[in-house]
């Protein structure tokens, strides 16, 4: 997990990663499908891969790991066990970013925020106002894969295991199928190991 190398492994074993020629669930096509649950089903990866997202932020002090529901809540759990500290989500309600089922923060309380994937950093950005609303101190935001090619920023301290670049098209424009190909919706028969 020390190299960008192994975790790129690690997604293309799993099948969280793929390359080819995809239909995402948006309708755009990409020559590449990213799923991350699909390498953090398997309790053991992560688990690693949140022990290298920790290890980025050990020096900060982090009080609590917070993430919205639902992709970045085994990444808040697995990041937070490995610095030994409490891991909540937020989730939305009507629509809007919230802490509930009891969760709260104590005031000033050192917060790193995570996520499965950051592609806008909409998410993120929700997150870490949420924690800034309920008193948290926000130090650090994190995520397993940026796939905007790093040109995200959160106006905090960030790390993202892993930058890609995910390209996507709308069908009259891609060039995989100017080449005359076909795209593949993921989950579909013939994909599954
Ligand atoms: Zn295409």
Known sequence: ??????????FQQTGALLEGHFQL???LHSPRYLQCALVLQHPHH???????????FEADHVDVVVAPAVGGIIVAHEVARALSVRALFTERESGRMTLRRG??????????????????????????????SAGGNVVGAGS????????????????SLLILDVPVYDHANCPLCKDGGVAIKPGSRGLKQ
């Open 103 to 132: 969760f709260s923060l104590n005031k000033n309380e050192r917060v790193l925020v995570v996520e499965d994937v950051v592609t806008t950093g909409g998410s993120t950005r929700e997150t870490i106002d949420v924690v800034r």
């Open 144 to 159: 397993i894969v940026d796939r905007s090619g790093g040109q995200v920023d959160l106006g905090v301290r960030g790390h």
């Open 46 to 56: 992560a688990e690693r891969i949140g022990q290298a997202l920790a290890a980025f």
């Open 25 to 27: 669930t948006s309708g």
């Open 1 to 10: 997990m020390e190299q960008d190398q192994q975790l790129l492994q690690l």
